[in-house]
């Protein structure tokens, strides 16, 4: 779908401060706010706006901890279906967060989150692993989240400052 000069600016607002009021956008791109309404309406419609995400840093709210680990998953396509079948058992399981198909070594990239790593380890071998067409996983643990979705973590903020990013 080929996208207009306004619709791509709010997208690129909203992609950099989700919670911006339509009235703010507005006033950037100079057209009313009914406009940007309408234009927000026909973008989450056509399922070009997907979500509106929260950020939550959990890590510093107690008993709220989260480790999260990123698994490299092997798989057999299948006949007439390729990755599809085995990627929609995966994502139906509450500990996952995000999958991905991918090139290179692996096939799936999937990541999870559960309270602890032996939760995670109990995650792979007792349901990702035995799923008919998995082949085999590489388990990754996050150590330290530094930025997500073009957010900086707090604590990170005074660097990032110094350096020169070019993209």
């Not at 973008?43 to 490299?72: F, Q, R």
């Not at 092997?74 to 967060?97: C, H, L, M, N, W």
Request: glycine share 4%; aromatic share 6%; proline share 2%.
């Amino acid at each position: 779908m080929k996208l207009s000069a306004e619709e791509l600016n709010i997208l690129a607002i909203l992609e950099e401060k989700h919670h911006i009021s339509n009235e703010s956008i507005a006033m950037q791109l100079n057209i009313t706010e009914e406009k940007v309404q309408q234009l927000i309406q026909k973008l989450e419609n056509e399922k070009i706006i997907v979500s509106y995400p929260t950020l939550i840093d959990w890590n510093k709210i107690e008993g709220k901890e989260t480790v999260v680990a990123m698994i490299d998953v092997k798989v057999t396509p299948q006949r007439g279906v390729g990755f599809d079948e085995i990627a929609e058992r995966i994502y139906r399981y509450p500990e996952v967060s995000s999958l991905y198909l991918m090139s290179g070594t692996y096939d799936l990239s999937v990541t999870v989150e559960g309270r602890t790593m032996k939760e995670i380890a109990l995650f792979v071998s007792k349901k990702l692993a035995i799923i008919e067409g998995v082949i085999s996983t590489t388990t990754h643990f996050m150590l330290k989240k530094y930025k997500h979705d073009h957010v900086i973590i707090e604590g990170n903020e005074d660097k990032d400052r110094r350096m020169v990013v070019t993209p």
